[in-house]
């Protein structure tokens, strides 16, 4: 019922409802202009109104009735390839005019008996033309902040070759606000074993073991094996982010120290970034303190940023976090609305997702590398604040952040 509500009251929702009831013969009429393939991409990623659609719809029909501009003998007799059909232009949007036709060349003067032939020149380089800016996601961005009820922080960067952030096209919103980090906390406790294991002070093959006070609630598997036997920091680092097991993770901080995890996030210029303890330990909270371990959108995109650059860790290092987050098991959120398939991943084939999630009651985070064809970005998807507190597949924080992650695969993999 809130929610009805809350759609109810929404500006555009008349405009919905009204496309629901009417829409139909206005696509009618848009797909006839042909071009239907990227009408559709439009439609699919643009939020529009009956009168946005009719505007398209004009422009076309407008651009569709301009005569054409007559052609001289010598244009027809050049290179017969036929220029390429223009995809729809956005309503309002400066359409170019045909460049004006060269003029013809100057007759070539004869060369004076006995002169020195000139040097040949070399082709001037063609120059690229220039790429048209990229869309504004934040209106789209601010609609699904309002389908979620809460809030939302979103941040998407390009990653080239090297693995270094690009920062054309790049997304950012609420990219610096604090929010709950839940399980996304965990990548900071690997960046600071790692960190350990780097300067010595750790060893990826030392053991722990697990007593019966280690094991906690919530994620995980190790809460319901046996308790005394020993497992490799490794494996523990590994357990901590592909399945997000508390009770692993608990043991790793035990190892290297909350305030360690705390410093190492300070050094880097994490600001945002806070473990304040145990995962699922209230009990070693003092009475009243309710603070929950913080990051921002933009801590987690920039670690996974300078992890895949090779800023953060020696080169063997770097490629053990990789593979452990390239192992995620909870992809989920970010692959719902994707071309991904964990099975074909996990055998090399379609998209890679390397990532950590996050998840309490009104909190569902997702951040990490998403790997197609060559190509990468990453990204980081952070909410609080949704009413739905369910633990549940088609949980509302959980769907958004699945929307978003189509947002975001479509504008840095054009897919």
């Known amino acids: 019922a809130e929610h009805t509500l809350r759609f109810l009251r929404a500006p555009r929702a008349g405009a919905y409802v009204f496309t629901y009831l009417r829409g139909r013969a206005l696509l009618e009429r848009l797909f006839a202009l042909g071009e239907r393939q990227a009408w559709f991409a439009r439609l699919l990623e643009e939020p529009v109104t009956p009168s946005g659609i009719r505007a398209w719809i004009a422009d076309a029909e407008a651009e569709a009735a301009r005569p054409a501009r007559a052609t001289t003998p010598r244009e027809e007799g050049a290179a017969g390839a036929t220029a390429p059909a223009r995809a729809p232009a956005p309503a309002g949007a400066r359409v170019p005019t045909e460049p004006p036709p060269a003029e013809p060349p100057a007759p070539a003067r004869a060369a004076p008996p006995n002169a020195t032939p000139a040097p ?9 033309a220039p790429r048209p800016p990229a869309r504004d996601l934040r209106p789209l961005l601010a609609d699904l902040e309002m389908e979620l009820g809460g809030t939302l922080g979103v941040v998407g960067r390009a990653l080239d070759a090297d693995g270094h952030a690009v920062d054309e096209a790049a997304v950012g919103y609420r990219a610096d606000e604090p929010f709950p980090a839940a399980s996304t906390i965990k990548t900071f406790v690997l960046q600071t074993l790692l960190e350990r294991v780097a300067a010595g002070d750790a ?7 697990l007593g019966s006070s280690d094991r906690v609630t919530g994620s995980g598997v190790l809460k319901a094996l046996t308790a005394g036997r020993a497992y490799t920091l490794r494996d523990l680092a590994t357990l901590m982010i592909v399945v997000s097991d508390n009770t692993a993770t608990n043991m790793v901080i035990q190892r290297v120290g909350i305030q360690a995890v705390n410093a190492v996030a300070a050094a880097h210029g994490w600001a945002g970034t806070e473990l304040v303890g145990l995962l699922q330990r209230p009990d070693l909270r003092a009475p009243g303190d309710e603070r929950v371990s913080t990051t921002s959108p933009r801590d987690l995109a920039d670690y996974f940023a300078r992890l895949w650059a090779g800023e953060l860790l020696p080169p063997a290092l770097k490629e053990e976090a990789q593979s452990i987050y390239r192992r995620q098991q909870l992809t989920d959120q970010l692959g719902r609305f994707l071309p991904y398939d964990p099975d074909s991943a996990e055998e090399g084939e379609g998209p890679v997702i390397a990532s950590k ?10 951040a990490g590398v998403v790997e197609a064809d060559g190509a990468r970005y990453v990204l980081a998807v952070m909410t609080k604040g949704c009413p739905d507190l369910r633990f549940h597949p088609d949980n509302r924080g959980s769907l958004v952040v699945s929307k978003v992650s189509r947002l975001l695969y479509r504008r840095f993999l054009g897919r």
């Open 120 to 128: 040949a020149r070399a082709p001037a380089a063609a120059v690229p």
């Open 203 to 209: 060893d990826l093959g030392e053991e722990l073991v």
């Open 357 to 366: 999630s996050g998840s309490i009651r009104g909190v569902r985070n997702d």
